[in-house]
């Protein structure tokens, strides 16, 4: 690539955030700060919320929701996926259905979670959860779907045994695959765990947002979009970075079924 | 008595996506001496990789069996190695890996290894490129890592299924005459399966013409120069001859 | 493997099912909590039957019909389904035509669907009220970038094949170059991004009905729980989830047919 034009590029990536902040702020202007505040003063209350103290209980509340929810997403993503995989019994019987019920909108399923959980934590660690274990599973099951079957072949002729063809054949063939999944799973497991706090439960950010909505709050409310949205972003580089690592570099990765 | 004997082989394949059953192979029957070097030619698709993917003891057959040394074939064996007809390197292994693949498996320590798979790289001239990736290389360079993959193992019995299929006339028979003095030099018995007569003729000992689907066995020619063998892109009279009459019997199949 | 797979597939929801009529039965847990299955369902067919929601609740609220939930739900959907269509569809051929300007928004589009974009529905409703406008916002917002992606993706793609080249060599004008290379080369994966925005515009609109709302099927299961009516909100949660899974069905078999055609 010239130089030219990956100058082009970066330039062209600054000017997008540029002309979103002056847009935000024209908008900011016209609607006025009691409904839309503009972005300095979204930040101001963002550094108010931390030094004050009123979001930080909250932030941890998510964060620990979303860092278990996260953990059984992977976990039993990662199990039903390689089980799945590796069996066309299972592959037949569930694959369709479970890509069904992928596409439902699982937030009608939160009274379910609400009456199998406490109301409390446990119900959005499990809500997380089940939101994110879809695409690691899927993306599992389908990295080993498609896997060249020439490569078991090689593994049979030289005798390798279960955990070594595992180990040293198909591990490294799904992988590319299974990390654009873990990804994906981080990032529904956090809007499981969100849409779930702003439905019940009586600490979050999720909470916040409803309760800064019903007293009109608008500058609290975008401080917390904020925050999470900062949040969604730093987890998504740091994914990202281990996708490059992984597979070279991430291409977009929207097509599940 | 012969290293392999194939006797009476069928292979029906049935497929469990509810399409008719094709049947690959009928009744084959041959025996290979230890230490021969046998190619078989025939139409693509009258079943030559499944034959050879049975002896090598990855897929059963329908009826009949594969004795190899003695033994009657039940799985995949140590002294049989096998070159698949498509590309079957790992991706995510540099060559030098790829081809310490087999070794890694086997125990072999990590110094042996290392020595084992650049001598065999040198063998197949891919020096230069042991840190590059399959996608780096090309479709023959990459088939080329998959051969040496399998020789730095030694085995007594080479199965190679159209091995030279990705590569140009030239390197063909680059290639074939390093293949002839590997052999000779690790006294290895070979089947090898072309789709292109002229090579048969010149690298095999016998050659096994194989009729269309269903495959059987058409006729078994001996191919009488005398070794060593100096290739050379046009082939002797008596080959040519040879050639002829095989290229006559093949036609009748492809057409 | 054909039988054994379907006996398998069939004996697994017959298992749930039989679970969740014996459970509350059984008095495992609390009607309020879960009712039998074969209650439930027979509510669904009363509610069906009839029209009407039987619940005090949505009498005084004087939204008692299921008809002025549904047509909001599919009101919101199709609105914020096809602004995310029309509008998506030209943006994703802008992206591929434009290469430049594809590596500029390369790295937004990627983390796009990181953000939990609900957080925003509050700050919507405080900006318009409550009501159908956030919700089919939200619900764009939340399908457009899958059918640009996705478009510019399928259009990339066919550059990558050989065709292109054949049309070209075959002499076609521009027009027939799009028309009999990059429309049927592509439209497999248009399609994908499609039905994703269908799921998606879905999982928005019934998602935002659910948290703040006044009508919606996502608004009557969210005022059942509250109000204890288990039987209407099981009821209504069966046929949002039945009608998602039915629509996406089509919407897969379709799509499997086109990709058919092209792989
Ligand atoms: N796994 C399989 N399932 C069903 N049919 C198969 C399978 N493998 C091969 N066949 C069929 O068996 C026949 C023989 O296949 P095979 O690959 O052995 O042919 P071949 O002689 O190696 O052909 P080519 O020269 O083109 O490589 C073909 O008709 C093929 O369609
Ligand atoms: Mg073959």
Not at chain 1, 41 to 64: E, F, I, K, N, Y
Not at chain 2, 24 to 41: H, P
Request: with cysteine.
């Amino acid at each position: 690539m010239s130089r030219n034009l990956s100058w082009k590029i970066r330039s062209g990536q600054i000017a997008v955030v540029c002309a979103f902040m002056v847009i935000w702020q024209f908008l900011a202007s016209r609607t006025g700060p009691m409904f839309l505040p503009g972005p300095a003063s979204a930040l101001r209350t963002l550094l108010d919320g931390l030094q004050r103290g009123w979001m930080v209980s909250h932030l941890w509340t998510t964060l620990l929701e979303v860092l278990w929810g996260y953990a059984w997403a992977v976990g039993v993503g990662l199990f039903v996926g390689f089980s799945i995989g590796a069996s066309p019994l299972l592959f037949g019987a569930f694959e369709g259905p479970l890509l069904n019920l992928y596409a439902v909108p699982k937030v009608t399923l939160f009274p379910l979670f609400l009456a199998a959980f406490k109301l409390g934590i446990p119900s959005k660690i499990a809500f997380g959860a089940f939101h994110g274990l879809f695409p690691v599973a899927i993306y599992t099951w389908t990295a080993m779907r498609t896997m060249n079957p020439v490569h078991l072949k090689v593994a049979r002729s030289l005798r390798l045994g279960r955990l070594e063809t595992f180990r040293s054949v198909v591990f490294p063939a799904v992988l590319p695959g299974i990390v654009v999944g873990l990804r994906l799973g981080f990032n529904l497991t956090l809007l499981g765990v969100v849409l779930g706090e702003m439905f019940a439960s009586r600490a979050g950010m999720g909470f916040l947002l409803m309760s800064f909505g019903a007293a009109f709050d608008a500058s609290r409310i975008l401080a917390v979009i904020l925050v999470l949205f900062m949040l969604a972003l730093a987890a998504n580089a740091l994914l990202l970075a281990f996708e490059r690592r992984v597979k070279g570099i991430p291409e977009l990765h929207l097509r599940v079924s | 008595m012969p290293i392999i004997e194939v006797r009476s082989l069928s292979k029906v394949y049935r497929p469990n996506t509810g399409a008719p059953p094709v049947e690959a192979l009928r009744d084959v029957s041959f025996s290979v001496e230890a230490g021969e070097f046998v190619a078989i030619v025939g139409p693509s698709g009258c079943g030559k990789s499944t034959l050879l993917e049975i002896i090598a003891g990855l897929q059963s057959p329908t009826a009949g069996e594969v004795v190899v040394l003695g033994k009657p074939v039940q799985g995949p064996r140590t002294e049989v190695g096998i070159v698949f007809q498509e590309d079957s390197t790992f991706p995510w292994l540099s060559t030098l890996e790829n081809v310490k693949f087999g070794l890694k498996a086997r125990g072999v320590p990590p110094a042996v290894q290392e020595t084992l798979a650049k001598e065999v790289i040198q063998l197949v001239g891919l020096q230069g490129f042991e840190h590059h990736y399959p996608r780096e290389l090309s479709g023959g360079m990459r088939q080329r890592v998959a051969i040496a993959r399998t020789l730095v193992l030694r085995p007594q019995i080479l199965l190679m299924d159209e091995p030279f299929g990705a590569l140009d006339a030239q390197t063909r028979i680059v290639l074939g005459n390093e293949l002839l003095r590997i052999w000779q030099e690790i006294q290895a018995t070979i089947l090898f399966v072309t789709h292109d007569l002229l090579e048969a003729l010149r690298l095999a000992d016998r050659v096994i013409l194989m009729t269309r689907r269903p495959g059987q066995i058409k006729r078994i020619v001996e191919t009488a120069a005398p070794r060593p063998r100096e290739q050379t892109p046009v082939a002797s009279a008596k080959t040519a001859e040879l050639a002829n009459m095989l290229w006559e019997e093949l036609r009748q199949e492809v057409v | 493997m054909k039988a054994r797979i379907l006996v398998l597939r069939w004996l697994t929801v017959l298992a749930f099912l039989l679970v969740l009529e014996v459970l509350p039965r059984a008095g495992l847990v609390r009607p309020s909590t879960l009712e039998p299955v074969s209650v439930i369902l027979v509510r669904l067919g009363e509610i069906l039957f009839s029209g009407t929601i039987p619940s005090p609740y949505f009498a005084r609220a004087g939204t008692p019909t299921l008809a002025s939930h549904l047509s909001a739900t599919l009101g919101s959907i199709l609105v914020s389904y096809a602004g995310a269509v029309l509008i998506g569809t030209p943006a994703g051929v802008l992206l591929w035509r434009f290469p430049v300007l594809a590596r500029i928004l390369n790295p937004y589009l990627v983390v796009y669907y990181a953000l939990p974009i609900f957080a925003l529905y509050p700050l919507f409703i405080l900006l318009f009220g409550i009501g159908f406008l956030p919700i089919v916002l939200l619900g764009f917002l939340f399908a457009v970038v899958v059918v640009i992606v996705n478009t510019a993706l399928g259009l990339r793609r066919v550059d990558e094949e050989i065709y292109p080249k054949v049309g070209r060599s075959l002499g076609l004008r521009p027009v027939q170059m799009y028309l009999s290379i990059y429309l049927p080369g592509a439209a497999p994966f248009v399609f994908s991004g499609w039905k994703l925005a269908f799921v998606y515009s879905t999982i928005s609109v019934i998602a935002s009905e659910f948290l703040i709302s006044v009508r919606g099927l996502g608004h009557v299961i969210d005022r059942s729980y509250r109000n204890f009516e288990t039987a209407n909100m099981y009821a209504a949660i069966i046929l949002v989830i039945g009608g998602v899974m039915l629509a996406n069905s089509v919407l897969t078999w379709i799509e499997r047919r086109l990709y058919t055609r092209v792989e």
